[in-house]
């Protein structure tokens, strides 16, 4: 079962570790037996994606656990439109596979590169003030517990299922357990209408709100340097919009075609990039774009060429997802991976933080347990579940540990604790 050792690099490159076994297993047993064995051992067991992510959520020095050999569509119901898939699909591969059968994803993020469980495992969303983010979609699954229990959640539970875990389930950070299959509300499979075009950012912001109102997805990329605007749409062909004062005075347009879901939603990214955004409450976003535009054309044009974009999400029930009970809008500046970007986010993630905002669990943010907690209202509720389904702290790195457990506590020394006598025993 283990793969040789080696280094492992993320997507950007920003994260390198080099965990101690890297297993792929290719059964829910597999998983199971490695994860008891971890839990009797005192050792720390990381699930990972297709490692897109920017935060070490999954950095590890001892096991490192990828689900990529556990790939496909176990199961499916055209007809109450649900599709259960294994962990490891991704999400282009979920798009085939699902329009095989006649169905699509509500929605998707920017690309398709990465794992299901992955991608919702942080709350990884699209854009449209209608569609939610992807583990709103959620509605059950299988997870192996930090015992090498095996749980059914939501309706793989039945009816009676317990309504906290699958909100936890929603956006969990792989910090409940190693989800072994996940089962999806889809939509019948459709067709979307694409239109991109270029015009001033003055006009896109004056219309933001009726352009997000009339078009399914609808998200806007602000050039700092040429203060420029694309905003992208995307609508069910006939859906579209017909006010033409949505439509921009001298607009250029860039993009006009139609295609299955999710073949036109993601796009190709080659030039790698760093990432920090922010989930704000619908109604201070453009304040707080103001503000962030004023502090970039101030201190930041010369550094940073990227762009910025502005994307919309409709509110969810994940106890600690990112639009937890509020319509959304998000900011997200990026940098190229070659250049500095300790600065740019450092200046205006203070912004987004006095706007209410939330950060993107996979990209760059630098916020810890008692900084989070006060943003989530079912946060002690997350908390009791990750407890009950994980109480060795198994799932539990670094990072998890600072992200979910308050300095100081009960739960934090007993885990400091656990590394000391790991330690200890690997110099013995
Ligand atoms: C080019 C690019 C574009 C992006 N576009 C968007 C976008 O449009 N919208 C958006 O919201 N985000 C976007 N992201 C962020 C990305 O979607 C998230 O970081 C996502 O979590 C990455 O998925 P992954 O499969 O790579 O998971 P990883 O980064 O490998 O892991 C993410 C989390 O999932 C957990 N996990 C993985 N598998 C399992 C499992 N089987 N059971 C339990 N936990 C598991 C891991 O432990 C970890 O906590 C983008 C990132 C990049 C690099």
């Not at 076994?21 to 990381?46: N, S």
């Amino acid at each position: 079962m283990p793969d040789s050792p080696g280094e492992f690099v993320n997507w950007s490159g920003s994260l390198r570790f080099t965990p101690g076994e890297f297993l792929h297993p290719t059964d829910e047993e597999e998983v199971v037996e490695r994860v008891r064995r971890a839990a009797e051992r005192g050792e720390t067991v990381r699930p990972v994606g297709s490692g897109h992510s920017s935060t070490p959520l999954s950095a590890t020095d001892e096991v490192l656990m990828s689900l990529d050999r556990m790939s496909g569509l176990v199961s499916h119901d055209r007809e109450a439109l649900r599709g259960t898939l294994l962990p490891g699909t991704g999400l282009a591969e979920a798009g085939r596979l699902l329009a095989e059968v006649g169905m699509g994803m509500e929605n998707l993020g920017d690309v398709d590169y990465q794992a299901i469980a992955g991608a919702i495992a942080t709350g990884t969303h699209g854009t449209g003030t209608t569609l939610p983010n992807l583990g709103a979609n959620l509605v059950g699954g299988r997870l192996v517990t930090g015992t090498g229990e095996v749980v059914p959640f939501g309706e793989d539970a039945g009816p009676d299922h317990d309504r906290d875990l699958l909100r936890a389930a929603r956006v969990s950070l792989g910090a409940l357990g190693v989800m072994t299959s996940l089962t999806l509300r889809l939509l019948p499979d459709h067709d979307l209408h694409r239109v991109n075009w270029c015009t001033h950012v003055d006009w896109a912001l004056e219309h933001f709100h009726r352009l997000a109102a009339a078009h399914r997805h609808f998200d806007l990329y602000w050039y700092p340097r040429s203060d420029l605007a694309q905003v992208r749409t995307l609508n069910m062909p006939g859906d579209e919009p017909g006010d033409p004062a949505l439509v921009p005075p001298g607009r250029h347009l860039r993009r006009d075609e139609t295609a299955s879901n999710h073949e036109i939603i993601p796009n190709s990214r080659e030039l790698k990039f760093d990432e920090m955004e922010y989930m704000l409450p619908l109604e201070a976003g453009l304040e707080c774009f103001r503000v962030i535009r004023e502090r970039i054309r101030e201190r930041h044009r010369r550094t940073v060429a990227w762009r910025v974009l502005l994307r919309t999400i409709a509110p969810d029930d994940g106890l600690i997802s990112t639009c937890e009970g509020r319509p959304t809008m998000t900011i997200a500046l990026l940098q190229n991976n070659t250049l500095p970007h300790d600065e740019y986010f450092g200046d205006l993630e203070p912004i987004m933080r006095d706007f209410g905002g939330r950060p993107h669990w996979g990209k760059k943010h630098s916020l810890k347990a008692a900084d989070l907690r006060p943003l989530y209202p079912g946060w002690d509720t997350f908390q009791q579940v990750r407890r009950r389904l994980d109480p060795g702290g198994v799932f539990l790195n670094d990072h998890l540990r600072d992200l979910l457990v308050e300095e100081g506590s009960q739960e934090w020394h007993h885990l400091e604790e656990r590394k000391r006598k790991r330690r200890e025993e690997a110099r013995a």
